[in-house]
T-cell receptor, first 111, second 114 residues
Framework: GQQLNQSPQSMFIQEGEDVSMNCTSS?????WLWYKQDPGEGPVLLIA?????ELTSNGRLTAQFGITRKDSFLNISASIPSDVGIYFC???????????FGKGTLLTVNP | DAGVTQSPTHLIKTRGQQVTLRCSPI?????VSWYQQVLGQGPQFIFQ???????GRGNFPDRFSARQFPNYSSELNVNALLLGDSALYLC?????????????FGPGTRLTVL
């Protein structure tokens, strides 16, 4: 099935560093979402973006909806050990509930 | 309030067998979606149900079927299991009929097919 192009595939950083990851698609989405998944758990919604150009923050997390509606990025500032996990982007079109996910970015934070 | 519950948490089946996975959405939520997450990949959409009716279906074979009950719980059935069906099966609970509703995921059922 279709998956979004998410990069990087993995990141290994030091505690306190900032992190940036992005997601691109060949198709337009009306909604972009960012999820975090811990081992043995389901994805948890971090940020939802509903308008092209929208920039939204949730604590140390900031995400933007690209103006072309084909991309989005997520930044994490001042990383901490509990930020470890897999981050997924997901796109949604119109009234269709279906979420199309990226392959994920595995984030490791070294204390 | 309890979150999304899924059962069982793990199960092991052999090729050719049939399996039923269960999901209870968050109280008051009327819609559920099912996703398959193969190791190392993002979740793939299988089905979406609202008020007991199928609203969407992903690119999965007819071996996959689902239903939603009057209490909004849902079952996912997979027949004639293949090795490639081994995955984490996620259920998402959705409040109502608005596409902008947040989807809340359960912990998933880990299916291993031998």
């Amino acid at each position: 099935g279709q998956q979004l192009n998410q990069s990087p595939q993995s990141m290994f950083i030091q505690e306190g560093e900032d992190v940036s990851m992005n997601c691109t698609s060949s198709s337009i989405f009306n909604t972009w979402l960012w999820y975090k998944q811990d081992p043995g758990e389901g994805p948890v919604l971090l940020i939802a973006l509903y308008k092209a150009g929208e920039l939204t923050s949730n604590g140390r997390l900031t995400a933007q909806f690209g103006i072309t509606r084909k991309d989005s990025f997520l930044n994490i500032s001042a990383s901490i050990p509990s930020d470890v996990g897999i981050y997924f982007c997901a796109g949604q079109r119109g009234s269709n509930y279906k979420l199309t996910f990226g392959k994920g970015t595995l984030l490791t934070v070294n204390p | 309030d309890a979150g999304v519950t899924q059962s069982p948490t793990h199960l092991i089946k052999t090729r050719g067998q049939q399996v039923t996975l269960r999901c209870s959405p968050i109280s008051g939520h009327k819609s559920v979606s099912w996703y398959q997450q193969v190791l190392g990949q993002g979740p793939q959409f299988i089905f979406q149900y609202y008020e007991k009716e199928e609203r969407g279906r992903g690119n999965f074979p007819d071996r996959f079927s689902a239903r939603q009950f009057p209490n909004y719980s849902s079952e996912l059935n997979v027949n004639a299991l293949l090795l490639g069906d081994s995955a984490l099966y996620l259920c998402a609970s959705i409040p109502s009929g608005t596409a902008l509703d947040t989807q809340y995921f359960g912990p998933g059922t880990r299916l291993t097919v031998l």
